[in-house]
């Protein structure tokens, strides 16, 4: 009997992940998407976002919620909602919803429309007095004379063109359309918005993209702490499509002329301000007119005009950054064979630390005001994006929401692992390899190779909805998904090896 009680003790483990479900597309499209946290100024509260698919509509469903940063439960701030950001005083949230920009109270209540732009609203950023708004726009160039924004223009310009019968797309030069979006008679811009008087000022007009089509990072664009004047990336060239050449261009946020204050020949992005506006970082690409250069860290002295770049040692590209609120450190993600981690480093250069890591995917690095709490994202291969914290005197992170929980419990997930071959010219070539639920060493199984896209992209330890990983295993599948030639996170030159050898030392 009591040989029959051990045994029943050791096998209830098995029976209770036996029970569980594979993993399945009714799941993956009801996890609840996570993104964008962003920290209050008095440091109590995180905001974020949250999409879910609406199947039926085809669309995603998108809301804000909080959660306060010493613990408790997230709740749901508003529907039909994104991009939180914070006023000065921590009192107000602004945000993007039907197009325009809103504000409501910290805790949800009290929503009001700020802008009502007919060529619509979106990406605002506060100024740190709270005076000024920083949003973009698809405005109409011909509507913007020397900066001079012409809302009464743009909506006749608007109107024709909804009501006109001729519904054909003209083509007169490249970069005519982005995946499923056309681009038409208008332009991206940045604009100025005055909460005092509702003022419109066009701090970027002309027949061009500001800030340039990107597939990700930081934004492009940032307010300087004194909230008198606006940094942005632009790219100048008379033919954009065949250019990468953006540059950091400064403004008064009131309007004025654009100085451009950058010059290398890659491009130059994500410009961000110390908190004490002695310096300015941004992202910078040292090649021109490849997309898929490393991208590095670069700190601008304001006073001096001396560029340092504190990450130039680190043979990965940056993926974002965040100052620490006394300007002393920059923290920055690198991916890195798979994984991404958060590190730090001193604004004139030095060695890089480590204070989080692990396998998973950490992004979105935000600060409490006095510097002791970091607050990101993390996810991980078989864990969807979640908001956590650490205290930087600490060694165990705090996850501040766990939204997925209850429906990740039913299903079994299985954890990536690595395994690495060798390639072309005795080059170990990294994989990562899924196991489907309940993998029996002694059968066999199908294998599905995922190929990535880009070709210079990566798989990582993060979690998608394309192609998800867990999604196939679950239905039987061993999944592996190697990290060719091309691929990011394994140095500069094993990125370029792709270029010019399709066939070559990346089929091999």
């Known amino acids: ?23 399945n597309i009714d799941a993956l499209l009801k996890i609840q998407r996570l993104s964008d946290p962003q920290v209050s100024p008095d440091g109590k509260t995180v905001a974020f976002g949250v999409s879910v698919p609406d199947i039926a509509a085809n669309k995603a469903v998108r809301s804000v919620w909080s959660v306060p940063i010493e613990g408790g439960s997230p709740r749901k701030l508003m529907d039909s909602a994104e991009r939180p950001r914070w006023s000065p005083d921590s009192k107000s949230l602004y945000y993007v919803s039907g197009g325009q920009i809103w504000r409501m109270n910290a805790d949800g209540t009290g929503p009001s429309q700020v802008t009502k732009l007919s060529t619509e609203a979106s990406g605002e950023t506060v100024a740190p007095d709270g005076k000024y708004l920083l949003l973009t726009s698809d405005v109409y160039p011909e509507c913007s004379k020397e900066g001079k924004f012409d809302e009464a223009c743009n909506a006749a310009r608007a109107a024709a063109e909804r009501d006109s019968k001729v519904k054909a797309h003209v083509v007169t030069s490249l970069l005519y359309r982005h995946w499923n979006s056309w681009q038409g008679n208008v332009r991206t811009h940045i ?3 005055s909460l005092s008087d509702g003022k419109v000022v066009d701090l970027t007009p002309g027949d061009r993209i500001v800030p340039p089509f990107s597939l990700g990072g930081p934004d492009d664009y940032a307010i300087s702490p004194d909230s008198r004047e606006v940094a942005f990336s632009m790219n100048a060239d008379p033919v954009a499509a065949t250019s990468t050449n953006s540059d950091i261009y400064v403004i008064p946020v009131g309007g004025g002329t654009a100085q451009k204050i950058t010059s290398g020949p890659g491009a130059d992005a994500s410009p961000l301000y110390s908190p004490d506006g002695k310096y300015l970082a941004f992202r910078s690409q040292a090649r021109a007119g490849y997309e898929s250069d490393r ?21 990965r590209p940056v993926s974002s950054f965040q100052w620490l609120p006394d300007s002393t450190k920059l923290f920055f993600t690198v991916v890195d064979r798979g994984r991404q981690a958060i590190q730090f480093v001193s604004p004139e250069g030095g060695g890089a630390r480590v204070p989080l890591s692990g396998p998973n995917t950490l992004d979105d690095v935000q600060f409490t005001p006095d510097g002791k709490t970091i607050v990101f994202t993390r996810q991980s291969g078989d864990s969807p994006v979640e908001i956590c914290k650490f205290a930087t005197t600490g060694t165990k992170e705090i996850a501040l929401t766990h939204l997925n929980d209850a429906l990740l419990s039913q299903y079994q997930l299985t954890a990536f692992e690595d395994f690495t071959v060798t390639g072309a010219e005795a080059t170990p070539v990294h994989s990562f390899i899924v196991k489907p639920p309940g993998f029996t060493p002694t059968r066999k199984y199908p294998v599905l190779m995922l190929i990535h896209g880009g070709p210079q992209g990566e798989w990582g330890e993060s979690w998608t909805y394309r192609w998800n990983a867990q999604l196939f295993a679950g239905a039987g599948y061993v999944v592996v998904m190697p990290n060719p030639r091309g691929s990011t996170g ?4 094993f990125t370029d090896d792709i270029n010019r050898d399709w066939g070559g030392k990346p089929f091999d």
């Open 1 to 23: 009997m009591r040989r029959l009680a051990w045994l029943a003790l050791a096998l209830a483990p098995a029976v209770l992940t036996a029970q569980k479900l594979p993993f």
């Open 191 to 193: 604009l100025s918005y």
């Open 295 to 315: 991208w590095r860290v670069l700190v601008l002295d304001r006073a001096s005009g001396k560029v340092t770049g504190p990450t130039d040692a680190i043979d």
């Open 490 to 493: 394994y140095g500069q030159k």
